[in-house]
């Protein structure tokens, strides 16, 4: 080694590190698990043959090594950036997948807007209305938490139903109220406009463990048809927060034929709660307070099917996922405006391309249109194909880091880490188009009581039975149609 000259050691020294480089690449590569075997063959070729070629001039070549020195060593480095990258992104694809199974309920004190209380110390000698007929083990959870935080027994009136506890705090009978923030919200549009009415003085996240749904191990997802239950929860923030369900949503592929249907269930839709109601109705929005889990035994009650997986997403998840495709083109059957943050949007009849606020705002909007809610699910279901379109083409993979660190944390799904793998594989091994459908189901309004707001009668939709039969045939159609 003492008559090897100082070039031709740091020569290959950088062999070597490219050469380390390389490995730590093609490891990062196949680990990912969702990458077609050929792939990786031809990126193994592309990296490894400028190595032999810088290696043979460190070896023989006395004027281009310095040349090459250089390129190695860049080369060197931007492999281990990929290797880094692709890591990451396998990270991002198993917190997709696993989740803690932990789901929390907020619990608010609310008093009257004009009410002089700003803290909970300052309402320690009100009287506290409080129910425990729904989320009754949460509350008291609030409650041991309010009276350790004061460090006295507070006073509480006990009554049968949030609507009692509103009306009570209107009428000064009680001084403040201890409830569930999900149903301030229900109450709010159902009801009567209470939010500007009053103001929360006090939060408490309840968290519970809750049992997974469990995964479909033995589906093959790149072959066996299966039914996705695409939640969208009406909150921002974290998504592991109890809200109503406001987009219900059935994604029906059929890899082996590629095709995908899209069905969307109204959200007032008058059915019951396997499990939970014991047989009264409620609005399907309301099972999500319950659970993902009740939404999607609801929706298979219904339709007779047990849908596969659920991918779980609020509206933060939407606006972060939009803008990481770089937008989404839509089409609009009807034009409207809308207010952003103070600014104008326009809506225009046929298509339109939006960032995340903008699809959000698309997704919501029901009042401006003469369809209602059964329009804003077309809506819902619009955007989500503009989504699901722009997943399947190529020219996803150039924001793929982007896309999955936008839905980590975001999104929820029993969908393994290697069903997504496997999925995104079997695309990129056949990158041949999908054929979207979309439908939705419909039913006839009326007022009638809900059984997670009793004592009052409320908007709902009573099923219409042929549409309904019509999703069924339709789900059906997808799951066994085969390729003659």
Request: include cysteine; glycine fraction near 6%; charge should be negative.
């Amino acid at each position: 080694m003492k008559d090897i000259p100082l070039r031709k050691k740091i020569g290959f020294g950088i062999v070597l590190l490219y050469l380390c480089s390389i490995g730590t690449f093609i490891f990062a590569l196949s680990k990912l698990g969702m990458i077609p075997n050929l792939y990786i063959i031809i990126a193994s070729a592309a990296v490894i043959i400028p190595w032999i070629l810088i290696a043979l001039i460190q070896w023989k070549a006395e004027k281009k090594a310095i040349m090459s020195k250089a390129i190695g060593l860049m080369l060197s480095v931007l492999l281990f950036l990929a290797a880094f990258y692709l890591f990451k992104t396998e990270s991002a694809i198993a917190s997709i997948s696993t989740t803690e199974n932990v789901k929390v309920d907020k619990i608010v004190v609310a008093v009257l807007e004009d009410d002089p209380a700003q803290t909970i110390n300052d309402a320690a000698d009100y009287t506290f209305g409080v129910q425990y007929v729904l989320k009754s083990e949460e509350i008291k959870e609030a409650i041991a938490d309010i009276e350790e935080n004061l460090g006295k027994t507070i006073a509480k009136k006990e009554l049968d139903t949030m609507q009692e506890q509103i009306q009570q705090l209107y009428a000064g009978d009680v001084g403040a109220v201890i409830l569930n923030e999900a149903y301030i919200d229900m109450m709010d549009e159902e009801i009567t406009e209470i939010s500007g009415g009053i103001r929360i003085i006090y939060n408490y996240e309840a968290k519970r463990e809750v049992q997974a749904i469990p995964e479909r191990e033995n589906l093959e997802v790149e072959s066996d048809a299966f039914i996705v239950y695409v939640s969208g929860i009406d909150v921002y923030g974290p998504i592991e927060t109890n809200s109503r369900s406001d987009v219900n949503i059935l994604v029906v592929a059929n890899p082996t034929t590629h095709k995908i249907l899209l069905v969307t269930t109204p959200r007032d839709f008058y059915i019951p709660f396997p499990g939970v109601t014991g047989g009264k109705r409620d609005k399907l929005t309301h099972a999500g307070i319950y659970g993902v889990d009740v939404s999607m035994a609801a929706l298979g009650a219904l339709y007779d099917i047990d849908p596969d997986f659920y991918a779980r997403v609020n509206f933060t998840s939407l606006i972060k996922v939009v803008d990481a495709l770089g937008g989404v083109k839509v089409y609009s059957e009807y034009s409207f405006k809308e207010n952003i943050n103070g600014q104008e949007m326009i809506v225009s009849k046929g298509w339109n391309y939006f960032n995340g606020e903008q699809a959000l705002a698309f997704c919501r909007e029901r009042k401006q249109l003469s369809g209602g809610d059964y329009q804003r699910g077309k809506n819902q279901e619009a955007v989500l194909k503009a989504i699901i379109e722009k997943l399947l083409s190529p020219a996803v993979l150039t924001g793929a880091s982007d896309l999955l660190n936008s839905v980590k944390g975001n999104v929820e799904t029993n969908m393994s880490m290697e069903q997504i793998q496997e999925l995104i594989k079997s695309q990129l091994d056949d990158p041949q188009p999908w054929t979207i459908e979309m439908m939705a189901a419909y039913g006839k309004g009326d007022m009638d009581y809900c059984y997670s707001m009793p004592g009052t009668r409320l908007y709902v939709s009573w099923p219409d039975e042929s549409s309904v039969n019509s999703v069924k045939q339709a789900i059906q159609n997808i799951m066994d149609y085969h390729v003659k």
